[in-house]
């Protein structure tokens, strides 16, 4: 089981916006990075060092953390944002990784 | 651009023993500690191993401790990583990503390899 823990699905209909929640004790002390992934592919950063975004990812998707709770935010969901994230985290020795969210977009 | 490139799937009996090369271009492989994550059927990422950028201290997952073995070559880019005692749960899409940090409180994998697909079968 992961230590971080994600909302299995998710649905946002077209143009509004979405939370993605990310839950687990080592988020207190260090910022997530969120990835998404799409189907047979690898998985793409899209948030680093709590709201950073790598070149090419649109200024649709920002990060934020209170407490123990990461979340990633997509302010005008798209159609091609529907796509698996998953949020990642290091705790000591180990890097883990939540179990996962199925964004649907409608 | 930054890039991994992994070699090809395997497909391996039971017992057996796989081990996958990763080569980095378009970013300074030397100075980065290098990841490999595993991804089950239908499952999230899960982390194996990470190395550090001289190849003298390795960090294993528990769940991989004693089967795992991860490696480096600076003078061809190159991280490999060796899993032995295969058995059918281990097939899985195996990554490669560079790991980064800022600031001691965060880290992130990026870039990723395309992913080498192992499939343990009889």
């Known amino acids: 089981s992961s230590e971080l823990t994600q909302d299995p699905a998710v649905s946002v209909a077209l143009g509004q916006t979405v939370r993605i929640t990310c839950q687990g004790d080592s988020l207190r002390s260090n910022y997530a990075s969120w990835y998404h992934q799409k189907p047979g592919q690898a998985p793409v950063l899209v948030i680093y060092?709590?709201?950073n975004r790598p070149s090419g990812i649109p200024d649709r998707f920002s990060g934020s953390t209170s407490g123990n709770t990461a979340s990633l935010t997509i302010t005008g969901a798209q159609a091609e944002d529907e796509s698996d994230y998953y949020c990642?985290?290091?705790?000591?020795?180990?890097?883990?990784f939540g179990g996962g969210t199925k964004l649907t977009v409608l | 651009q930054a890039q991994l490139v992994q070699s090809g799937a395997e497909v391996k009996k039971p017992g057996a023993s796989v081990k996958i090369s990763c080569k980095a271009s378009?970013?300074?492989?030397?100075?980065?500690?290098m990841h490999w994550v595993r991804q089950a059927p239908g499952q999230g990422p899960e982390w194996m191993a990470i190395?550090?950028?001289?190849?003298?201290?390795?960090i294993y997952a528990q769940n991989f401790q004693g089967r795992v073995t991860v490696t480096r070559d600076t003078s061809t880019s190159s991280v490999y990583m060796e899993l032995t005692s295969l058995r059918s749960d281990d097939t899985a899409i195996y990554y490669c990503?560079?790991?980064?940090?800022?600031?001691?409180?965060?880290?992130?994998?990026?870039?990723w390899g395309q992913g080498t697909l192992v499939i343990v079968s009889s």
């Open positions: 190395i550090d950028p001289s190849g003298a201290r390795t």
């Open positions: 990642q985290c290091r705790s000591g020795d180990r890097w883990l």
């Open positions: 060092n709590k709201n």
């Open positions: 378009g970013f300074t492989f030397s100075r980065h500690f």
């Open positions: 990503a560079a790991d980064n940090s800022q600031n001691d409180r965060a880290w992130w994998f990026d870039p």
